[in-house]
């Protein structure tokens, strides 16, 4: 590539992050492309066209460019569509929906998702999601299954990403929870303990001396591991409930494991039966709300019937509003009991949420380190809190 090549390159890209006049707020950098002295044409004016929509444009302010930015999609669904198919055309997934994301956030367009043809025209993922399970009660029944098959479209690509990884994972935890150190003849897994016991091998005999049998226990004695999900459905933890019924309904097909889950704001609901379609568990939620931890873990503690067998896994911020004192006695209790207790501040891709620290030091004072887990992390997570060693909990930095 030519030197003048590269330069005119740089050029068209400085062009298209710093918009036309709008960006500048003078008719004189108008002409001059602003303020680069690069022209668009073709695709590129396209591009810049979908990007001005959103970001480019401005108020009078002072008069002089200094004004806040605006919007200048309009207040029509048509309108929001047309611009929803052009940013699809033009930039990649990723880049899509931040600027959907943006469009949300920035430009008041919820209420457009209410229509269909903005829906039909939007780029699903997990925080789109969010946005709809919050709407649930006041989506149009026109829209509501158009909604419908953009959370399954979302749901059905997060299990093709993680279900595998996670049914393998904690396969492989519960198959070695079980497994005993002296087991009966017709107990022993000769496979695993000729593998353990190679280093064992007597050349002159052509024989391996076993020093350790590997074995399981009969299957009459097979202990079923309980799990119970809770989770809190606050309005900052959206991407959390999405990925907590999608590994809830994982779980639940695994004939080792009995799932459970629950979520809460001020109220607790259990939608352990809904498990089988994680879909139906999203449009069960109530996005948004008050919290109240104490009440859920109360209600949690007392379905938990083999403590010595139960993970439970709370995920929540941890902004606590219902009696602070009352939750961390019963997370105590459950410990002492013999519960393996998690605590997840967010269960998302995107890192650390704003959370009560005062809540995850007192948690981590009774040995429950309180941390935010992405959706790659959870099955080692579950693994670990299944076979009761450290949990891997990731660096903070």
């Given at each position: 590539m030519t030197g003048t090549t590269?330069?005119?390159?740089?050029?068209?890209?400085?062009?298209?992050?710093?918009?036309?006049?709008?960006?500048?707020?003078?008719?004189?950098?108008?002409?001059?492309?602003?303020?680069?002295?690069?022209?668009l044409s073709g695709t590129d004016a396209a591009m810049d066209a979908a990007l001005a929509a959103l970001y480019d444009h401005r108020d009078s302010g002072d008069g002089q460019g200094n004004g806040g930015r605006r919007g200048g999609l309009g207040g029509s669904a048509p309108s929001v569509a047309r611009w929803l198919g052009d940013i699809r055309t033009y930039f990649p997934t990723s880049v899509v929906q931040v600027m959907q994301r943006d469009a949300i956030d920035r430009l008041g367009l919820t209420a457009l998702l209410l229509e269909p043809e903005t829906l039909e025209a939007v780029e699903p993922d997990?925080?789109?999601?969010?946005?709809?399970?919050?709407?649930?009660?006041?989506?149009?029944?026109?829209?509501?299954?158009?909604?419908?098959?953009?959370?399954?479209?979302?749901?059905?690509?997060?299990?093709?990403?993680?279900?595998?990884?996670?049914?393998?994972t904690l396969t492989g935890a519960l198959d070695r929870s079980a497994r005993i150190s002296r087991p009966r003849h017709r107990d022993i897994d000769w496979d695993r303990t000729l593998r353990a016991n190679l280093k064992h091998y007597l050349p002159d005999h052509r024989t391996v001396v076993p020093e350790r049998l590997i074995g399981h226990g009969r299957a009459s004695r097979a202990v079923r591991k309980e799990v119970v999900l809770c989770v809190d459905q606050s309005g900052s933890m959206a991407a959390s409930v999405v990925y907590a019924s999608v590994f809830g309904a994982v779980l639940a097909s695994l004939k080792a494991v009995a799932t459970r889950l629950v979520v809460f704001d001020t109220s607790v609901v259990d939608l352990t039966d809904e498990l089988d379609d994680p879909v139906d568990v999203l449009f069960a939620t109530r996005l948004g709300g008050g919290t109240d931890i104490n009440r859920a873990l109360a209600y949690c503690q007392s379905r938990i019937t083999r403590p010595a067998d139960t993970v439970v896994v709370l995920i929540s911020d941890l902004y606590e509003g219902g009696i602070r004192d009352e939750m961390l006695k019963r997370v105590a209790a459950m410990k002492a009991a013999g519960v393996q207790f998690v605590a997840l501040l967010a269960l998302s891709d995107e890192g650390a949420p704003a959370y009560d620290r005062e809540h995850a030091a007192a948690l981590a004072a009774l040995g429950v380190p309180a941390f935010a887990c992405t959706p790659d992390l959870f099955p080692e997570v579950m693994a670990a809190a299944l076979e009761k060693r450290p949990l891997p909990i990731p660096d903070p930095a």
């Open positions: 590269t330069a005119d390159e740089r050029l068209r890209r400085w062009r298209l992050v710093l918009g036309g006049g709008a960006a500048w707020g003078s008719p004189l950098a108008e002409g001059l492309g602003g303020g680069t002295g690069r022209a997990v925080h789109l999601v969010g946005t709809l399970l919050s709407l649930n009660k006041a989506l149009p029944e026109t829209t509501r299954e158009t909604a419908r098959a953009v959370v399954r479209k979302v749901v059905a690509d997060l299990e093709a990403r993680l279900a595998t990884r996670t049914r393998t």
